[in-house]
């Protein structure tokens, strides 16, 4: 999810809440996390009730009812966690659970980072409330900083808790369902701290592994690619090209109203390349306009790519252990135990096309 769906925008990336007390700036950051933790733990309740109470909503029991035959398969055949992880359900009547704000320097595209003693450095703060996102957003910007609050539809806590399938996720299609449980249950397999892109790399892999599987299993094609994903992943690399040239401007030794124009310029252009791409070669399909058109800036542009960008790499570890699971894991976790920039050297290897 994953690509410009804008699903990296709509998933969180690995959260910890109540754990993450030495790496919070603030007593009411803190106060925040854990409050919101708690409030979504306490409205957990297990799925197999739900689906057993004539009196819930049809729909709602039909959709968890098939979520439930993808929990089973992720353990059974993708050998992911057996736990109670997905197995519950949480109403928590807002549209996301949480709000996730990313802030760069103006001329920059790095993030700034938040360190968690757990979870390790992500590039964003969370917040169970949009308007305490939207008031640390402010004062980021008041800073002169570039910046983004994406609010987000599931997350994990790694195996820390049992996570819930939310009500926040009701509104996507059975098999994004099954893919979101595929994903964080990856998570939780394994997980390496400070390398968000080792980790949602692997996880995208199991993710879309676990899915062509999962649609073999019921007889269905087990190809899922469509319009809408060509789309997605062609979008994506005109963000991605923007970055690059982003990159290249922010190092040269420019004044800043002069590289306040050449930065706008940029964003103009990647609008320009979209509405080429838009009219022409996808027949004036516009789902992606409200993404485009909205106020573009730095942070915006970090969740992009995040969730694929190494898994070229794990489709082929996945080859060379010939589709076998257990033996793909241990890969995996051999991975992760090498230091940062000797994994980040590997996965350069294995990722480059053959010849």
């Not at 106060?31 to 739900?50: C, F, H, K, S, W």
Request: aromatic share 12%; proline share 5%.
């Amino acid at each position: 999810m994953n690509r410009l769906n804008i699903s990296w925008a709509r998933r969180g990336l690995p959260m910890l809440a109540i754990l993450l007390l030495s790496g919070c700036s603030s007593l009411s950051y803190y106060t925040q996390l854990a409050n919101g933790q708690l409030a979504l733990l306490r409205a957990r309740e297990p799925i197999a009730d739900v689906i057993a109470d004539p009196q819930r909503d049809a729909k709602l029991r039909d959709r968890l009812l098939k979520s439930q035959q993808a929990r089973e398969f992720a353990s059974q055949h993708l050998h992911l966690p057996d736990n109670k992880s997905y197995r519950l359900y949480a109403d928590i009547h807002r549209p996301y659970v949480v709000w996730n704000v990313f802030a760069t320097g103006e001329f920059s595209l790095d993030p700034i980072t938040h360190c968690f003693p757990i979870a390790g450095c992500v590039a964003y703060r969370g917040y169970y409330s949009q308007g305490a996102a939207r008031g640390e957003a402010a004062l980021q910007k008041l800073e002169g900083k570039d910046v983004y609050v994406s609010g987000v539809e599931a997350y994990s806590t790694l195996g820390w808790f049992n996570d819930p399938i939310i009500s926040s996720m009701m509104n996507w299609g059975d098999e994004r369902l099954a893919t979101l449980i595929f994903h964080e249950l990856a998570h939780q397999r394994f997980y390496v701290k400070d390398d968000s892109e080792f980790n949602e790399s692997y996880a995208t892999f199991v993710e879309e592994e676990g899915t062509r599987q999962w649609r073999t299993a019921r007889g269905m094609p087990a190809e899922t690619a469509s319009s809408e994903i060509q789309r997605r992943d062609q979008l994506t690399q005109l963000v991605l090209n923007a970055r690059d040239r982003l990159k290249v401007l922010y190092a040269q030794p420019l004044a800043p109203d002069v590289m306040r124009q050449r930065k706008a310029a940029e964003f103009e252009r990647l609008r320009s390349e979209y509405r080429r791409l838009r009219d022409g070669q996808w027949g004036g399909d516009k789902r992606f306009d409200s993404w485009v058109y909205a106020p573009m800036n730095n942070a915006r542009l970090l969740p992009v790519g995040l969730y694929d960008q190494w898994v070229p790499a794990f489709e082929k570890v996945f080859r060379q252990v010939d589709g076998d699971w257990p033996a793909f894991f241990a890969a995996v976790e051999k991975m992760g135990g090498l230091p940062k920039d000797e994994r980040k050297a590997l996965l350069e290897r294995l990722a480059k096309p053959a010849g």
